[in-house]
């Protein structure tokens, strides 16, 4: 079991979040891939706090926020 730093963790949901998992399948995907933590209330913790810090009403809302982000970062 590899343990994630607090921002690959972060990544590594942000990528499942982007991918259209639900949380459950992101859950699912970190444990099948050994990563650690995986649990189901590590992702809705780390994802509530990303819905506030980006006053995001849903988690669609978080999604489009971030691509939204990055796009334009990476212009």
Same mark, same amino acid.
């Given at each position: 079991? $590899? /343990?994630?730093?607090?921002?690959?963790?972060?990544?590594? $949901? %942000?990528?499942?979040?982007l +991918?259209?998992?639900?949380?459950?399948? %992101?859950s =699912? =995907?970190?444990?099948?891939?050994?990563?650690?933590?995986? #649990?189901? #209330?590590? %992702?809705?913790?780390?994802?509530?706090?990303? /819905? #506030?810090?980006y006053? +995001?009403?849903?988690?669609?809302?978080?999604?489009? %926020?971030? +691509?939204?982000?990055?796009?334009?970062? /990476?212009?």
């Amino acid at each position: 079991m $590899v /343990k994630l730093s607090k921002e690959e963790f972060q990544e590594e $949901v %942000i990528k499942g979040l982007l +991918a259209g998992m639900s949380q459950q399948e %992101i859950s =699912d =995907d970190l444990k099948n891939r050994n990563l650690d933590p995986f #649990s189901l #209330s590590s %992702i809705e913790k780390l994802l509530k706090n990303l /819905k #506030s810090a980006y006053n +995001a009403k849903t988690y669609f809302h978080l999604g489009a %926020i971030i +691509a939204t982000r990055r796009y334009y970062l /990476k212009k």
